[in-house]
């Protein structure tokens, strides 16, 4: 598969705990984009990476938000101390146009 | 502030009975516009992506046009399975970034 994947596709969490959510990009990508959507509304941009450098950050992008993407290779998004605001499809792209399949979070 | 309005926000309509989509956008220099097509619960996949004012694409269904401020989605003769959120981003030309700024997307649904 030479596509976008993410990890997990689904994930139920209670509010207060801390998630995190993995993207593995197309590998001769280095351009790799963080989204958010929540429903009826399009994709927002949260943070981007250019091979392992974090280059820009969106302010919807909170302090307890964390990527990371060591090696230039797989991303992680971390949300730390959920919120039933954090609710919404979390999606990865790749240099920037195909997107991988997203990650539901549902905080209770 | 570069944005991306689009209309209508739902569309229903029979099988056969083609329409379009508009996508109005206002950005500091385009660097290209993107359509993309979202089943409920997956990722937007990509359709077209236009660069120029008259640049014009088509893809089975599905045709694309632009111009300096708008952009339309053609769909002729639509069949059920063309049921879905089509959604409409653009790249800001100045931004390093090349990050997509979306619309709200319209919902189609094309009945039987």
């Known amino acids: 598969d030479t596509g976008v994947s993410q990890n997990p596709r689904h994930k139920i969490t209670k509010r207060g705990q801390n998630v995190t959510f993995r993207c593995d990009p197309i590998?001769?990508?280095?351009?790799l984009y963080w989204y958010r959507q929540t429903l009826g509304q399009g994709p927002e941009f949260l943070t981007y990476?250019?091979?392992?450098?974090?280059?820009?950050k969106s302010r919807l992008l909170s302090d307890r938000f964390s990527a990371e993407r060591p090696k230039g290779s797989f991303s992680t998004l971390e949300i730390q101390r959920t919120e039933q605001g954090d609710s919404a499809m979390y999606l990865c792209?790749?240099?920037?146009?195909?997107f991988g399949p997203g990650t539901r979070l549902t905080v209770l | 502030e570069d944005q991306v309005t689009q209309s209508p926000e739902a569309l229903r309509l029979q099988e056969g009975e083609s329409s379009s989509l508009n996508c109005s956008y206002t950005?500091?220099?385009?660097?290209?516009l993107f359509w993309y097509r979202q089943d409920p619960g997956k990722g937007p996949e990509f359709l077209f992506t236009?660069?120029?004012a008259g640049e014009e694409k088509e893809k089975e269904r599905l045709k694309a046009t632009l111009t300096k401020k708008e952009s339309f989605l053609h769909i002729t003769a639509p069949k059920p399975e063309d049921s879905a959120t089509y959604l409409c981003?653009?790249?800001?030309?100045?931004?390093?970034?090349?990050?997509?700024?979306f619309g709200s997307g319209t919902r189609l649904l094309v009945r039987p």
């Open positions: 792209a790749s240099y920037p146009s195909v």
């Open positions: 590998s001769e990508h280095n351009r």
């Open positions: 990476f250019q091979n392992e450098a974090q280059l820009e």
């Open positions: 950005v500091s220099g385009l660097r290209g």
């Open positions: 236009l660069y120029s």
């Open positions: 981003a653009v790249q800001e030309g100045k931004d390093s970034s090349y990050k997509l700024i």
